[in-house]
């Protein structure tokens, strides 16, 4: 069992049978200490494709800590996507419409062409994968800048939805430090494997 | 010279008086070497306080790398304020609102009340001061809570800008890595002191 699983049991707050609180110490407050150590484990899991791997990519917010403490395990840079608004960035951006299932509408993210580049073969890192419509996004932007997307790695995957077999279909390498099969507030978290 | 100056002295773009582009490194691509060095450097920066500090508060989105790495110069936990919308944080929330010049309109921003208490003594960090608002909103959550603004730790101050003198005003202890005195795209960035 591993850092993000062990955390999950202690201080995780299964709401209901689809929603899972982990605000104390992944997306809100955060925890670095537990985040470093999630940096190594996606190394680990990764390995046979780390020295490939030249760029991790995310999208804003919640996605950002934890891909910058993957980037440090990398040794590469990271790269987070902007939603919506993103003026700061520039006109010359690759952008795509992601539908959001928790809000109910989509929302546009891009990034700026300087950023995604022929040459580099890119890590997709996020949170949650609930139904994989970020990291479609994601991928999406790399296709754009003609990047290969070596895989996609999740902290927090809900097995039960259908991100998986979404991004299974796209050809997306998808690996995750928690994989929840089931959970409810009275039996708690039941963890799966890759 | 500090690695966060040196760095935009090499790949910082001074578009015009007012506006340094530097997110190649910082804010869009994210050097996390250079974020490492930036988390040692506020250490060193607030080193008389470094005892009394015990959480990290930011903004999202581009405050989150750079206070992850603050957070584990310190060891501390980070806390990173929502925008707009933020119902996965739930209702009971401090607000605050914070007028943005650059986008010409208010928004608000929110942290859930557990993660501001009475025994925290917090420092800000953000990566940019130009106006000094982001930070007053967060000062204004941390009083809601009861809890004590230690300081504001920023990236780069733009210190021809009025931040600095309304931070003062409020009685915020303000230190920045790299102090901008002027800047022009003719004769580039030219450093001050806190």
New interface residues.
Partial sequence: MNSLEQRILKDGIVLDSDILKV??FL???????L??AMGSEFLELFSDKKDEINKILTI??SG??IA??V??AF?V????A?KG?H???GNDVYTADVYSF??GRTYEIA??K??INKVDKILVIDDFLANGQAVLGLKSLIEQGGAEMVGAGIAIEKAFQPGRQKLKEAGIDLRALAVIESMSPETGVKFGTN
């Fill in positions: 605000d104390s997306n809100h407050q955060v925890d670095v200490k985040l470093k804003e917010a950002i800590a910058a403490f980037a440090e040794n840079p990271m790269v987070f902007k608004e003026k700061n960035v928790t809000k990034v700026s300087k950023y």
